[in-house]
């Protein structure tokens, strides 16, 4: 396979993989908002923001910290890498020059996204962002559905190892964010407003039942950043990211017969992964394990780029 | 004339390429004129070379080189055995025919400028060899030539515009003007001897034009002197214009910038060459 | 521009029955509502758009992704009228390869006095850089679209060859995927020849050229400019349907004459490109030194005989439109006998007398220059405004050389859905034909361009152009389709039911014969 063609798939899952979780987040925010009395209900949307680390980008734009203002950022601005619309042009810019590398299906699935998004300057409101956020995950849905359906071989895997990569990202920052930044100083831990904010950790990942069938015994912090962190069962997790990396790596070089640099740094990453546990990670302070997790994260993104000859 | 040739072409680059692909017009082919003994290039690094033959029947080489890699020096030595023939060609592969350079390329692009210069010229009456004479001189009089050393060429029409122009430039202006008058003219790229046995170092290779005569055939003009080549002259490569016929034409991978240093001497002596 | 007199494909000259071969046809479009073609029309170009179909205009933003407008009435040769222009496009072909390897090599055509010595060698698009090489096989144009128009039931000509990197094919191929989705019906009446074979053909021609020593497997890409590209989307079609690598230049790169390109796995030997960059563009080392689309080295390669390019670099001497005019000459000078396709007349401005009649008759006439195309730099005399002709009456005597005329034709139309149902609108067609180590094939199909405007004979994408399905029939029209069956499975069912359900009317509408 050529290298630029598994570049291009590469960012094509993780630009997929990054519009959705945007849109997972701003429904679960719409959410959380509408929960949440002012100016808690802002706050959210300003958590929205770090998540994304679009905050100090939005500050620069000089807009009004209005939720429409930062619905309308996260959703469609141009200016934000992150925002739903530049990840959806950025992958079907990837998905139109390697075609051919892609199934019909799996083509067609970004292409209608895109589509849905290429005229729309506005979006109504709350309800109008839900639909079109409904719209979006039902095509990322659609997109997931076609790769897995695609052969089994490298353009498959460079897809999946792409959202692999940024689901490890994204879910980290989200935990990060959630975790250290959101709690309103004052606020009781396990408050009314604390059980919102996890339940809207929760939403995001879509793990609301994930939670409930592996924790029998309510909403606890420690359970959400463990089921988050250390839980293989559910997808979204950084161990279950961490050994999706590892597996596709293995695949590709059992294909290709080359190993390299990302192959060992993924491993190690497992391995640290394995001998973890939660009270270890929150006596060595959250913060810091997921800043680590997610500085290593890039490290492994740079070494596949390199044992790949992607530039 | 016994010649010596020693020419050698030095690359810096600011930051190490990963690739570098080029290619070389370096080497001449004997005719009538010129007779080569001895001729080489050597490149300072592990490098690839191979030859060829471009369409003009020049000699090429395909210069191949893998990063990472900051600096590259070539160099070319050689022994020609010259006869003055006064500017007369003849002996040389020729696969196409005169016709061909009527042909203009962004380079020798004619302006009524240049009509203007080959229609006066034309104006003088005569036969075919007293108009090419008399294009060569009316572009060695209204071009003045500079000395100092330019690497790439101009085209006709801004050499003309601005009265002055290193070799390559005052070539494509005889070129374009003798198109013009209905002359097949090509550009040749060479050397040529300046000064005594030593030679003395130049800051670049030569370039002239040949014009086609009827009768006569390929006649060489230099008209950064006004004359003809004679036997200080050693022919490397002719084309259409600088672009076909230039010593280097060169691409890397890598960004950064080039520094390059040309040292070109021709001599009559041994020395120069070693 | 006056219909009366205007040859109608299906409908014969100016009457309103179809010609017998297509009866069936002409009850087909007489019995499907125009709001049903318009609804399958609409289906078809709603699944182009989705599959990225599109094309940029130039000259507008590059945002600015187009479909071309696709019309749902096919347009049908039958067995015969394929035949002959079969025989003809490969005779022409066969033509062009001679030329071209006649003027990069021997240039024996010159020496005759065949052709303008001038109109080769100070032709821009010859390269004499190139000359003295010859490709494998001595083929240098191994894709070629023939642009035929048609006046009349025999009449076909030559409007222009296109042999540098014709495009098109991927509509040919996309046109009939929609034909037998949407109207199925048409290819239980008509015996209809397939044309996916076309890639398998190609993949086919394109390892027939490798060079030598390269083995059973030679590996073959298309190189493309980039997605930014107005064909692009042809350009990944075709590699993905030959299951070819889709390269650009900064995947390749050129060692010690021999092309190599980058993988996961490292470098891997290319021996045949398929290239759909301009010969300008395609190595910065012998050509524009500015492109950055090409791969420094690549000349060097093709001239050591170690890739082959597809088509060859320096074939558009051969579909220049000055050449174009000697086309008869040429052909009969290496076939030893008449074209069977002729050429348009031409009046070539270089020539004095030919000058003259073309000032003295532009509002006649279609003026195109030498080395234009896609419709730009022309004037169709007939439909121009009086400022367009006296602009090209200043250009033809500024520079008369860059200039070819010729008589605007009474284009054939074919039925086509318009806002006011069908009518008649008229057509060019290009089929394309490949010349390989195992000889000339050529597809039964072809782009079919239609001018969708009434009367404009414009058929070019960027002028409001449309494309139809292009059906070449096996043999004699089936009798057992008659109207009164035809009516039958048609009249309802698929306007009323859609295309699935018209698929399972299919076994009663055979149960009729």
């Given at each position: 396979?050529?290298?630029?063609?598994?570049?291009?798939?590469y960012w094509?899952?993780?630009?997929?993989?990054?519009?959705?979780?945007?849109?997972r987040l701003?429904?679960?925010?719409?959410?959380?908002?509408?929960?949440?009395?002012?100016?808690a209900?802002e706050g959210?949307?300003?958590?929205?923001?770090?998540?994304?680390?679009?905050?100090?980008?939005?500050?620069?734009?000089?807009?009004e910290?209005s939720?429409a203002?930062?619905?309308?950022?996260?959703?469609l601005?141009?200016?934000?890498?992150?925002?739903?619309?530049?990840?959806?042009?950025?992958a079907?810019g990837?998905?139109?020059?390697?075609r051919?590398?892609?199934?019909?299906?799996?083509?067609?699935?970004?292409?209608?996204?895109?589509?849905g998004?290429?005229?729309?300057?506005?979006?109504?409101?709350g309800?109008?962002?839900?639909?079109?956020?409904?719209?979006?995950?039902?095509?990322?849905?659609g997109?997931?559905?076609?790769?897995?359906?695609?052969?089994?071989n490298?353009?498959?895997?460079?897809?999946?190892?792409g959202?692999?990569i940024?689901?490890a990202?994204?879910t980290?920052?989200?935990?990060?964010?959630?975790?250290?930044?959101?709690?309103?100083?004052g606020?009781m831990?396990?408050?009314?407003i604390?059980r919102d904010?996890?339940?809207?950790?929760?939403h995001?990942?879509?793990?609301?039942?994930?939670?409930?069938l592996?924790?029998?015994?309510?909403l606890?912090?420690?359970?959400?950043?463990?089921?988050?962190?250390?839980?293989?069962?559910?997808?979204?997790?950084?161990?279950?990211?961490?050994?999706e990396?590892?597996?596709?790596?293995?695949?590709?070089?059992?294909?290709?017969g080359?190993?390299?640099e990302?192959?060992?740094?993924?491993?190690?990453?497992q391995?640290?992964?394995n001998?973890?546990?939660?009270?270890?990670?929150?006596a060595?302070?959250?913060?810091?394990?997921?800043?680590?997790?997610?500085?290593?994260?890039?490290?492994?993104?740079?070494?596949?780029?390199?044992?790949?000859?992607?530039? | 004339?016994?010649l010596?040739?020693?020419?050698?072409?030095?690359?810096?680059?600011?930051?190490?390429?990963a690739?570098i692909?080029?290619?070389?017009?370096?080497?001449?082919?004997s005719?009538?004129?010129?007779?080569?003994?001895?001729w080489?290039i050597?490149?300072?690094c592990?490098?690839?070379?191979?030859?060829?033959q471009?369409?003009?029947?020049?000699?090429?080489?395909?210069?191949?080189?893998?990063?990472?890699?900051?600096?590259?020096?070539?160099?070319?030595?050689?022994?020609v055995l010259?006869?003055?023939?006064?500017?007369?060609?003849?002996?040389?592969?020729?696969p196409?025919?005169?016709?061909?350079?009527?042909?203009?390329?962004p380079?020798?692009?004619?302006?009524?400028?240049?009509?203007?210069?080959?229609?006066r010229?034309?104006?003088?009456?005569?036969s075919?060899?007293?108009?090419?004479?008399?294009?060569?001189?009316?572009?060695?009089?209204?071009i003045?030539f500079d000395?100092?050393?330019?690497?790439?060429?101009?085209?006709?029409?801004?050499?003309l515009?601005?009265?002055?122009g290193?070799?390559?430039?005052?070539?494509?202006v005889?070129?374009?003007?003798?198109?013009?008058?209905?002359l097949?003219?090509?550009?040749?790229?060479?050397?040529?001897?300046?000064?005594g046995p030593?030679?003395t170092?130049?800051?670049?290779?030569?370039?002239w034009?040949?014009?086609y005569?009827?009768?006569?055939?390929?006649?060489?003009?230099?008209?950064?002197?006004?004359r003809?080549?004679?036997?200080?002259?050693?022919?490397v490569?002719?084309?259409?214009?600088f672009?076909?016929?230039?010593?280097f034409?060169?691409?890397?991978?890598?960004?950064?910038?080039?520094?390059?240093?040309?040292?070109?001497?021709v001599?009559?002596?041994?020395?120069?060459v070693? | 521009?006056?219909?009366?007199g205007t040859?109608?494909?299906?409908?014969?000259?100016g009457t309103?029955?179809?010609?017998?071969e297509?009866?069936?046809?002409?009850e087909?479009?007489?019995?499907?509502?125009?709001?049903e073609?318009?609804?399958?029309?609409?289906?078809?170009?709603?699944?182009?758009?989705?599959l990225?179909?599109t094309?940029?205009?130039?000259?507008e933003?590059?945002?600015?992704e187009r479909?071309?407008?696709?019309?749902i009435?096919?347009r049908?040769?039958?067995?015969?009228?394929?035949?002959?222009?079969?025989?003809?496009?490969v005779?022409?072909v066969?033509?062009?390869n001679a030329?071209?390897?006649?003027?990069?090599g021997?240039?024996?055509?010159?020496?005759?006095?065949?052709?303008?010595?001038?109109?080769?060698?100070?032709?821009?698009?010859?390269?004499?850089?190139?000359?003295?090489t010859?490709?494998?096989?001595?083929?240098?144009a191994h894709?070629?679209g023939?642009?035929?128009?048609?006046t009349?039931?025999d009449e076909?000509?030559?409007?222009?060859?296109?042999?540098r990197?014709?495009?098109?094919?991927?509509?040919?191929?996309?046109?009939?995927?929609?034909?037998l989705?949407?109207?199925?019906?048409?290819?239980?009446?008509?015996?209809?020849?397939?044309?996916?074979?076309?890639?398998?053909?190609?993949h086919?021609t394109?390892?027939?050229?490798?060079?030598?020593?390269?083995?059973?497997?030679?590996?073959?890409?298309v190189?493309?400019?980039g997605?930014?590209n107005?064909?692009?989307?042809?350009?990944?079609?075709?590699?993905?349907?030959?299951?070819?690598?889709?390269?650009?230049a900064?995947?390749?790169?050129v060692?010690?004459?021999?092309?190599?390109m980058r993988?996961?796995?490292?470098?891997?030997?290319?021996?045949?490109?398929?290239?759909?960059?301009?010969?300008?563009?395609?190595?910065?080392?012998?050509?524009?030194p500015?492109?950055?689309?090409?791969?420094?080295?690549?000349?060097?390669?093709?001239?050591?005989?170690?890739v082959?390019?597809?088509?060859?670099?320096?074939?558009g001497?051969?579909?220049?439109?000055?050449?174009y005019?000697?086309?008869p000459?040429?052909?009969r000078?290496?076939?030893?006998?008449?074209?069977?396709l002729?050429?348009?007349e031409t009046?070539?401005?270089?020539e004095p007398?030919?000058?003259r009649?073309?000032?003295?008759?532009?509002?006649?006439l279609?003026?195109k220059?030498?080395?234009?195309?896609?419709?730009?730099?022309?004037?169709v005399?007939?439909?121009?405004?009086?400022?367009?002709i006296e602009?090209?009456?200043?250009?033809l005597?500024?520079e008369?050389?860059?200039y070819?005329?010729?008589?605007?034709?009474?284009?054939?139309?074919?039925?086509?859905?318009?806002e006011?149902?069908v009518?008649?609108?008229h057509?060019?067609?290009?089929?394309?034909?490949?010349?390989?180590g195992?000889g000339?094939?050529?597809?039964?199909?072809g782009l079919?361009r239609?001018?969708?405007?009434?009367?404009?004979l414009?058929?070019?994408s960027?002028?409001g152009?449309?494309?139809?399905?292009?059906?070449i029939?096996?043999?004699?029209?089936?009798?057992?389709?008659?109207?009164g069956?035809?009516?039958?499975?048609?009249?309802?069912?698929?306007?009323?039911?859609g295309?699935?359900?018209?698929?399972?009317m299919?076994?009663l509408?055979?149960?009729?014969?």
């Amino acid at each position: 396979m050529l290298s630029r063609t598994a570049a291009s798939l590469y960012w094509v899952g993780r630009y997929v993989e990054r519009a959705e979780f945007t849109a997972r987040l701003i429904e679960a925010t719409i959410r959380l908002d509408s929960l949440s009395p002012r100016p808690a209900g802002e706050g959210a949307w300003e958590s929205a923001l770090l998540v994304t680390a679009a905050n100090h980008a939005f500050t620069l734009s000089g807009e009004e910290r209005s939720p429409a203002n930062v619905s309308r950022y996260l959703t469609l601005d141009h200016r934000n890498p992150s925002s739903i619309r530049a990840c959806l042009d950025a992958a079907r810019g990837n998905a139109r020059a390697v075609r051919t590398a892609l199934s019909r299906e799996a083509w067609e699935a970004i292409n209608r996204a895109w589509l849905g998004l290429r005229d729309r300057s506005f979006v109504s409101g709350g309800p109008g962002t839900l639909t079109l956020v409904e719209t979006l995950k039902a095509e990322a849905r659609g997109f997931e559905g076609a790769v897995h359906r695609m052969l089994r071989n490298e353009g498959s895997w460079f897809l999946m190892l792409g959202a692999a990569i940024e689901r490890a990202d994204n879910t980290a920052r989200l935990i990060d964010v959630k975790y250290h930044l959101l709690l309103p100083e004052g606020e009781m831990v396990g408050g009314v407003i604390d059980r919102d904010q996890w339940t809207t950790i929760l939403h995001t990942v879509s793990a609301v039942n994930a939670y409930r069938l592996l924790y029998r015994d309510g909403l606890r912090p420690a359970q959400v950043a463990e089921m988050l962190i250390l839980r293989r069962e559910l997808p979204r997790s950084l161990a279950a990211s961490t050994d999706e990396v590892v597996n596709l790596l293995n695949l590709i070089g059992k294909r290709t017969g080359r190993q390299g640099e990302a192959d060992r740094l993924a491993r190690q990453r497992q391995n640290a992964m394995n001998r973890a546990t939660i009270r270890n990670v929150i006596a060595g302070g959250m913060h810091e394990y997921l800043s680590a997790f997610i500085i290593e994260n890039g490290r492994i993104d740079q070494a596949i780029s390199q044992q790949f000859r992607f530039a | 004339m016994r010649l010596f040739i020693h020419h050698r072409t030095d690359y810096r680059y600011s930051e190490p390429q990963a690739r570098i692909v080029q290619l070389l017009r370096l080497t001449p082919t004997s005719n009538e004129g010129q007779n080569i003994v001895d001729w080489r290039i050597d490149v300072d690094c592990n490098a690839r070379l191979r030859g060829g033959q471009d369409g003009f029947g020049n000699e090429t080489h395909m210069l191949y080189i893998d990063g990472p890699i900051d600096r590259l020096g070539l160099t070319v030595t050689g022994e020609v055995l010259t006869d003055d023939r006064a500017g007369m060609m003849s002996g040389a592969v020729e696969p196409l025919p005169p016709m061909l350079f009527l042909q203009t390329t962004p380079f020798t692009r004619t302006t009524p400028e240049l009509v203007a210069v080959a229609e006066r010229a034309k104006g003088g009456g005569g036969s075919q060899l007293s108009l090419a004479h008399r294009l060569n001189e009316a572009v060695a009089d209204t071009i003045r030539f500079d000395e100092a050393r330019r690497h790439g060429a101009r085209d006709a029409a801004s050499t003309l515009v601005e009265g002055h122009g290193v070799c390559q430039d005052v070539a494509h202006v005889l070129i374009s003007v003798a198109r013009a008058a209905g002359l097949p003219a090509r550009y040749i790229s060479g050397h040529r001897l300046t000064q005594g046995p030593g030679g003395t170092e130049q800051g670049a290779t030569h370039a002239w034009a040949e014009l086609y005569v009827a009768d006569y055939g390929w006649i060489g003009f230099d008209p950064s002197c006004g004359r003809c080549p004679d036997d200080r002259y050693v022919r490397v490569a002719a084309a259409l214009d600088f672009r076909g016929a230039a010593p280097f034409s060169g691409t890397r991978t890598g960004g950064g910038f080039e520094e390059l240093e040309v040292g070109v001497r021709v001599g009559t002596s041994e020395t120069v060459v070693q | 521009m006056d219909t009366e007199g205007t040859f109608d494909e299906i409908r014969g000259h100016g009457t309103d029955a179809a010609r017998p071969e297509f009866a069936a046809l002409g009850e087909w479009i007489a019995e499907t509502p125009a709001s049903e073609l318009e609804r399958r029309q609409k289906a078809a170009e709603a699944a182009f758009r989705q599959l990225g179909i599109t094309f940029a205009v130039y000259g507008e933003e590059e945002a600015s992704e187009r479909i071309i407008p696709f019309d749902i009435v096919p347009r049908i040769f039958t067995a015969p009228e394929w035949d002959r222009l079969s025989e003809g496009l490969v005779q022409r072909v066969e033509a062009i390869n001679a030329f071209l390897a006649d003027v990069y090599g021997a240039r024996k055509i010159i020496a005759d006095g065949v052709v303008p010595p001038e109109l080769v060698l100070n032709n821009p698009q010859f390269q004499p850089a190139l000359a003295g090489t010859q490709p494998p096989h001595g083929i240098f144009a191994h894709i070629c679209g023939i642009d035929l128009v048609r006046t009349g039931p025999d009449e076909f000509f030559v409007l222009e060859d296109n042999a540098r990197t014709p495009s098109g094919v991927s509509y040919m191929l996309e046109n009939r995927e929609a034909m037998l989705r949407l109207c199925p019906e048409l290819f239980e009446m008509f015996p209809v020849r397939p044309v996916d074979v076309y890639p398998d053909l190609l993949h086919e021609t394109l390892q027939s050229v490798a060079p030598r020593g390269s083995g059973l497997n030679p590996v073959c890409v298309v190189l493309t400019p980039g997605h930014f590209n107005s064909a692009f989307y042809e350009h990944s079609f075709l590699a993905d349907q030959m299951g070819v690598e889709l390269v650009e230049a900064a995947d390749l790169h050129v060692d010690d004459d021999i092309v190599w390109m980058r993988t996961i796995e490292g470098p891997v030997r290319v021996d045949v490109i398929y290239r759909r960059i301009d010969d300008d563009y395609i190595d910065p080392l012998v050509f524009n030194p500015e492109s950055v689309l090409g791969v420094p080295g690549l000349i060097a390669a093709y001239m050591a005989g170690n890739v082959t390019l597809v088509n060859a670099p320096g074939t558009g001497v051969a579909d220049d439109k000055a050449i174009y005019s000697y086309m008869p000459e040429i052909v009969r000078y290496y076939s030893g006998s008449e074209a069977k396709l002729p050429n348009v007349e031409t009046y070539r401005c270089r020539e004095p007398q030919a000058l003259r009649y073309t000032l003295d008759n532009l509002e006649k006439l279609v003026v195109k220059l030498v080395d234009g195309s896609g419709g730009y730099g022309m004037l169709v005399g007939p439909t121009a405004s009086k400022a367009e002709i006296e602009a090209f009456r200043a250009a033809l005597i500024a520079e008369p050389h860059r200039y070819i005329a010729q008589p605007t034709l009474a284009l054939s139309t074919v039925p086509t859905l318009t806002e006011s149902g069908v009518a008649p609108r008229h057509v060019d067609f290009r089929p394309f034909i490949l010349s390989g180590g195992n000889g000339v094939q050529i597809v039964p199909g072809g782009l079919t361009r239609v001018a969708l405007r009434e009367g404009s004979l414009v058929v070019n994408s960027s002028q409001g152009g449309g494309t139809k399905d292009s059906m070449i029939l096996t043999g004699p029209p089936s009798q057992s389709m008659g109207p009164g069956g035809l009516r039958q499975t048609m009249g309802g069912m698929s306007q009323s039911l859609g295309a699935g359900m018209s698929q399972t009317m299919r076994p009663l509408g055979g149960g009729l014969r």
